[in-house]
């Protein structure tokens, strides 16, 4: 049906009715309830328009100066507050861009982990070496790795290895490396680039001889010999790649490496921390710029290189310039509200009010919820709110701007109907958004956790901002400034033609799409009632003729010619113009106040006839489109396939097996660490996950750790039963020793045990066994194990010249840690170590106690100490960097069940050993709570947007649309993670936290403004929600994809895949939204009460009452039966009468 009014028609009787103060308008009309729905709708609006104006909006009209500076003063006081406290010394910002906290600390893994690492730290510890001398050892951390790649040819060639000497000598001959910072090999040498290079330059000439070729001219024999000889078999496979082929006649790998070792620790500098600062600073001035000039000219190979020093300097300052992007959305979003609103006054607040939202939201986030962290994810909601943000600003002014085309019997009326329209709009919008960033707050992780919660709180003042502060914005622009044009306008105006012509054809034609039968003062009267008898509507349809009552408020005409509506029988001095007429397919009217009143402190200009091009697009043009019979299937059709595709691709989500990606893959420092991880094969000096069974302490106590403080280390506990001397716990552990080192190459190789590649043997280190080893090697007695107390002062009596049992009893409990620092010392006591030290040391603590002694041959070495822990050190072949949840964590339960039930069976002081990592395990655990908490945030936020957007809309039908489109822009953006060939990693499940909070906003703005038509048919009501938010939706989109187009040009993939995932969540609820939701509610959309929660309420309540009234009669009836019943319980016929 057309939705034209047509022509040719009179009212059959126009009479007042004096009773109701209304007028009856008596006319023919169609079968149709179209028009009458149009003419209702009249009604409606009108009555809507003169609803008593909201307080807030009587004040800010009334006092629109001192309302404005008190709602800006608001936001000042929030930068004040701010910078008094950060002038205090108060820590409102505690930033940390270099850690991201995903510890939980409520699992075993993490308490577990900090117990062993920092198991050395504690006054009484005994360290069985003196103080190591600067630079003696190595600091893994700050090594630099070179990679070589042939580019699919052979690396070991001689002009090749003659490039990778002179590329390693540069860097050695630094200025300082020598001097200061090289890992020192003897009091005056450095240790020399662990490469390739070494088994040609004489190093290992003492394991043989043709190792001693400086000229590369026998290099297959060389490499051959480094391939079989079992000294340097282990070694040599850390330069193979995994395409090589070493045999006597050919050697051949696409790709090797080396690594320049630097010494640790260095003079002057005693922490860890501040080690690392200085050496960070030497690399980037000193070794940087050479590595780099490298890359550029190596020609002979692809040359990359990696250092965590160069790693962590770089990713921090490109950090700092990533976040410069948000510089470039913050202008484009003020460039486009420019464009929108043209006005620098409302575009320049409105930026203002986005910008000090963040700054509130800190406040609360800080000092009432007392948060410790912010980090890059924090920084990242600027980019969110700059997005939402501008929406919402977008709403209200389009709603206000949109009223300038409605009659207002004051500017406090105008003002609180598009309150009214938007505040409701935005409050779900911003409730659905926050909700779903909040349902990230119930995740243990505090990277996450926090930055759910300072979302959402950014959100909820954002809203604040918009409702309260923005509306003074408006008003007083209105009221003072918007007649003020610059200069450069007014120069165009007068000079321009084309701009001059436009705007009178602009006001002097209107919009073109009124009937042309109707006059101005002809619709004026139908929509205020005053029909005065003309002919006005010609309502026929297929020779069908009907009456239709039409009932409207008594008017009266003013001195401008303009009629209004009388309020209370009195003139508020007011000449109001035409109103919107619903039932024309365009709708536009100008709008004229010419008196103050109550509410109002001025006239009203008059406005232009004519909506903006884009407000007239979307209501007919657009809204055309998709209600009609073909084309809305062929959108149905799109917007299904598109769907269908993204679901395919969605399908194919896999966890992510590989660490944290900061950096692009095209990074020198990605390319780098993928050779590392993908290029070679796996060698002894690979560095892979190792395993510790430990006893001694038990996981640490994280209990007074603040919810918020991004490292917590907790504190250390002991176990007090353990004794690792007792003859049971010593046979107790002889035991597990053999069963570990007597396991199947099935059982090794499910627990992914790694074996020594000369020997076959697995790499396990168990103290008891090599401890049990020496001591049958021991001349003399038989010192093998089990020891108890009298063993013990027997073997110290047959060592006099290193101990005095004199000075021991029988209440010294650990005893067995006198063999043991017999064992590890080597014999001797003078520092002159055997391979089981290095190998031991660090997995057999002691604590000096009460009958600790100094060795009588050298005081500086001690016996008679507690041993405060012991451990096994399990070298597994899983790489930790390419390891994902998916592969290990059966692995680490694997490891824990056998663990558990070991010590099921072990003697009372040895029962509380655990199994654990250094970081893995707890890693694991980490990345796989990040997948499932992504998958449960949306679920959530799903299931919380459904009644949101019921209650929201009112309707049930139009929540359920809403939210099934909310869920097709979902699964794209899923579909998206597999398409950009990323999985289900850090990163990603972080990213997707957001999405479910994104996507709502669109389909509840349109949603809310279907809800609000005045009209019952769908169609009209359609083109109702696209006039009052389709433009304020497409323009929201627009601001937030722009902005997310400035993380396109960051470099950390950090920054990149937030970018992505914000131009895919927009991107696709934009497009379904104004695509399939649109759609779907011009072809079954509610029409009339249908789905309305209200009406449903009412229905139910009304048939509760029926029942219950039937009820009661049926009580009547069994009274009335009664009285015919005889008491000899004989029953008696009668005709009972029908009560009901």
């Not at 959402?456 to 954002?462: A, D, F, K, P, Q």
């Not at 009456?547 to 508020?572: C, F, H, M, Q, S």
């Not at 899983?878 to 694997?894: A, F, H, K, N």
Request: charged share 20%; with cysteine; net charge negative.
């Amino acid at each position: 049906m057309s939705d034209k009014i047509s022509t040719g028609m009179s009212p059959n009787r126009v009479q007042p009715d004096t009773s109701t103060g209304r007028t009856l308008i008596e006319m023919d009309s169609p079968a149709s309830t179209v028009d009458l729905d149009h003419m209702q709708a009249l009604e409606r609006q009108r009555r809507r328009r003169e609803r008593e104006p909201l307080l807030y909006c009587k004040l800010v009209t009334k006092y629109p100066v001192r309302a404005f500076l008190m709602a800006l003063g608001g936001h000042i006081l929030m930068v004040v507050i701010s910078a008094g406290l950060v002038a205090s010394g108060y820590d409102l910002l505690p930033v940390d861009f270099e850690n991201l906290p995903l510890e939980i600390n409520d699992q075993p893994w993490r308490p577990r982990d900090l117990a062993w690492h920092y198991r050395d730290e504690f006054d009484a510890y005994y360290s069985r070496t003196p103080s190591a001398n600067f630079r003696e050892n190595n600091y893994a951390r700050a090594d630099i790795f070179l990679f070589y790649d042939g580019m699919g040819s052979n690396v070991f060639t001689q002009e090749r290895l003659q490039k990778i000497e002179s590329i390693e000598n540069e860097l050695t001959a630094v200025a300082k490396y020598q001097s200061t910072y090289c890992q020192l090999e003897s009091v005056v040498s450095c240790e020399k680039p662990l490469s390739i290079i070494r088994f040609f330059d004489g190093s290992y000439s003492s394991i043989n001889a043709v190792f001693n070729d400086s000229n590369y001219n026998n290099i297959n024999a060389v490499l051959y010999e480094a391939s079989t000889n079992n000294l340097t078999a282990g070694l040599f496979r850390f330069f193979l790649g995994k395409d090589n082929e070493i045999t006597a006649s050919k050697a051949y790998s696409g790709i090797t490496r080396s690594m320049v070792q630097l010494g640790y620790p260095l003079n002057g500098y005693d922490t860890e921390e501040e080690y690392e600062a200085h050496i960070r600073d030497w690399q980037v001035v000193d070794m940087k710029p050479i590595l780099v000039r490298t890359r550029t000219d190596c020609k002979e190979m692809d040359f990359s290189y990696l250092s965590q020093m160069l790693w962590l300097e770089d990713v921090f300052n490109q950090a700092m310039k990533d976040v410069l992007c948000a510089v470039g959305s913050i202008c484009f979003i003020f460039i486009l509200i420019l464009v929108h609103t043209r006005s620098l006054w409302v575009s320049g607040f409105a930026i203002l009010s986005i910008v000090t939202s963040f700054v509130g939201a800190n406040l609360v986030y800080r000092v009432v919820l007392g948060f410790k962290y912010i980090g890059f994810f924090h920084i990242l909601t600027l980019f969110i709110i700059l997005g939402i943000g501008a929406d919402d600003i977008f709403v209200f002014y389009d709603v206000w701007r949109n009223t300038a085309y409605e009659n207002y019997p004051s500017l406090a009326h105008r003002l609180s109907d598009a309150y009214r329209k938007s505040v409701f709009s935005m409050l779900f919008t911003s409730i659905t958004t926050a909700v779903a960033f909040f349902a990230s707050a119930i995740s243990p992780l505090l990277a996450t956790r926090s930055f759910g919660v300072f979302s959402g709180l950014v959100i909820i003042v954002n809203y604040t901002s918009v409702i309260l502060y923005f509306p003074t914005v408006v008003n007083l622009y209105h009221q003072k400034f918007e007649q003020f044009k610059w200069s450069c306008f007014i120069f165009c105006e007068k000079n321009c033609t084309c701009c001059s012509k436009s705007e009178k054809k602009e006001i002097e034609e209107g919009d073109g799409n009124k009937p042309s039968h109707l006059t101005d003062t002809d619709v004026s009267a139908i929509g205020n009632g005053d029909v005065k008898g003309k002919s006005v509507i010609n309502l026929q349809k297929e020779n069908e003729v009907f009456v239709t009552r039409i009932t409207v408020e008594k008017t009266k005409v003013t001195d401008n010619g303009y009629t209004k509506p009388a309020l209370n029988g009195t003139d508020n001095g007011f000449a109001i113009g035409h109103v919107n007429k619903a039932f024309e397919a365009n709708g536009d009217v100008p709008y004229v106040n010419s008196a103050s009143s109550k509410h109002d402190a001025r006239p009203e200009p008059m406005k232009r006839k004519q909506k903006s091009f884009m407000v007239r697009f979307f209501r007919n043009r657009y809204s055309w489109f998709v209600t009609h019979p073909v084309f809305r299937w062929v959108i149905l059709g799109v917007q299904v396939a598109v769907l269908a595709f993204f679901i395919y691709q969605a399908s194919k989500l896999e966890p992510d097996n590989e660490g944290l990606k900061v950096l692009k893959d095209s990074h020198v420092y990605s390319i780098a660490d993928t050779h590392s991880v993908e290029s070679f094969v796996l060698s002894d000096s690979d560095r892979t996950l190792i395993i510790y069974i430990a006893w001694g302490m038990l996981p640490n106590d994280m209990e007074d750790c603040h919810f918020s403080t991004p490292e917590c280390d907790g504190k250390r506990r002991w176990d007090p039963d353990f004794n690792p001397s007792t003859p049971a716990a010593q046979t107790a552990m002889k035991a597990l020793c053999d069963k570990l080192l007597s396991l199947s190459s099935s059982e090794a190789d499910k627990m992914r045990i790694k074996r020594d590649y000369t020997t076959g043997n697995l790499q396990i280190n168990c103290y008891m066994a090599n401890l049990d080893t020496f001591l049958q090697a021991e001349q003399g007695t038989n010192w093998d194990l089990t020891y108890d107390y009298n063993k013990t002062a027997y073997f110290m009596k047959a060592h006099t010249s290193f101990y005095d049992s004199t000075k021991f009893n029988s209440s010294y409990a650990h005893y067995l840690e006198i063999p043991i620092s017999y064992w590890l010392n080597n014999k001797n006591y003078t520092n002159e170590y055997g391979e089981d030290f290095y190998l031991f040391d660090h997995l057999i603590g002691e604590e000096k106690a009460e009958f600790t002694q100094p060795i009588l041959t050298n005081s500086t070495f001690k016996y008679g100490n507690n041993i405060r822990y012991v451990g096994i050190q399990v070298n597994t072949t899983l790489r930790y960097q390419t390891l994902g949840y998916s592969e290990g964590i059966p692995v680490m339960d694997l490891w824990e069940e056998f663990v558990t039930s070991e010590m099921a069976s072990m003697p009372t002081e040895m029962k509380n050993g655990f199994q654990v990592t250094r970081y893995i395990w707890h890693w694991l655990i980490v990345s796989q709570m990040l997948a499932q908490n992504a998958i449960y945030g949306i679920a959530i936020g799903v299931s919380l947007a459904f009644p949101i957007l019921v209650l929201a809309t009112g309707n049930v039908v139009t929540g359920f649309l809403a939210t099934l489109s909310m869920c097709c822009s979902t699964v794209c953006v899923i579909g998206v993670i597999p398409l950009g060939g990323w999985k289900l990693g850090v990163l990603v499940s972080l990213n997707m936290c957001m999405v479910v909070g994104l996507t709502v906003d669109y389909v509840v703005h349109l949603a809310e403004g279907y809800s609000l038509s005045l009209h019952k048919d769908r169609r009209m009501r359609v083109r109702d929600m696209l006039d009052e938010m389709a433009v304020s939706v497409f323009f929201g989109a627009i601001t937030t994809l722009g902005a997310s187009l400035f993380m396109f040009l960051a470099q950390l993939s950090f920054f990149l895949q937030f970018g992505i995932f914000m131009f895919s969540t927009i991107g696709f609820s934009l497009f379904f939204s104004m695509g399939l939701f649109v759609t779907l509610m011009g072809l079954v959309g509610p029409e009339g009460d249908t789905g309305n929660l209200l009406a449903l309420f009412r229905r139910v309540r009304a048939w509760c009452r029926s029942r219950k009234g039937r009820k009661e009669e049926d009580q009547k009836q069994e009274i009335s039966a009664s009285h015919f019943r005889p008491k000899t319980g004989k029953t008696i016929r009668a005709d009972v009468p029908d009560v009901s």
